[in-house]
């Protein structure tokens, strides 16, 4: 899996993979539009395509990359305990903070929990599926430090108060998919707290 390059220079193939296919991905989201739903087109980018390279470049299976059901008892009630614990956090948070009300505020839309799922299915899958398992093969419990990192740099733009607590919220999340490994119980939490989010900033405006 290593190759060697000019200068004395070693790189893993599968690291040098997933570091630059993910980071173009993520750079190939911002700057262009591939359907007329940009929350397909993330599951294109970070779903479809990790997929692909997993099965067809790797040649692995892609439940070495959390593409599975895993400890389903640890993801229930670590799912379950979250969606409790952080339900009034959120709406708190949402209720004295101007900032998000107005970045999340939007027409309430029936399309919303869909939108939603097909924003984030491939988002936590190419965070905590193909990076954290792929780094993890290579870099061991680093491997949820790293993929926190460009997790939290991807939120740049939204507002500070939810940037800010990303590069420890990716870890994290990180943390409970290598403990189900799975990236479902992540997916799952993160699909609750975006959802929230937006339901909770639509409400305050009729409050």
């Known amino acids: 899996m290593t190759k060697r390059f000019p200068l004395d220079l070693h790189f893993n ?4 993979v997933l570091t630059v296919l993910s980071t173009t991905l993520l750079m190939v989201d911002h700057y262009f539009t591939l359907t007329p739903i940009k929350e397909l087109d993330r599951v294109i980018l970070y779903l479809l395509i990790p997929l692909g390279v997993i099965l067809l470049g790797f040649r692995q299976s892609p439940r070495d990359y ?3 059901v895993g400890d389903w008892r640890a993801g229930l009630l670590i799912t379950l305990a979250s969606l409790i614990t952080l339900t009034p956090i959120l709406w708190l948070v949402v209720k004295y903070s101007p900032q ?9 839309d029936f399309r919303l929990p869909l939108l939603t799922f097909l924003d984030l299915i491939g988002w936590e899958f190419i965070f905590r599926g193909f990076l954290l398992f792929g780094y ?11 993929q926190a990192v460009p997790f939290a740099l991807a939120h740049l733009g939204k507002p500070s108060l939810e940037t800010f607590t990303t590069l420890f919220g990716g870890f994290l999340f990180g943390l409970i998919a290598k403990r189900t490994k799975s990236f479902f119980y992540p997916f799952i939490i993160h699909f609750f707290i975006a959802f929230l989010v937006s339901l909770f900033s639509i409400l305050q405006a009729f409050m």
């Not at 193939?13 to 040098?16: A, D, S, T, V």
């Open 100 to 108: 998000m009300q107005s970045y999340y505020q939007t027409t309430l």
């Open 13 to 16: 193939n599968r690291i040098l």
């Open 136 to 146: 993890y093969q290579a870099f061991g419990d680093d491997a949820l430090w790293l």
């Open 66 to 68: 959390g593409f599975q």
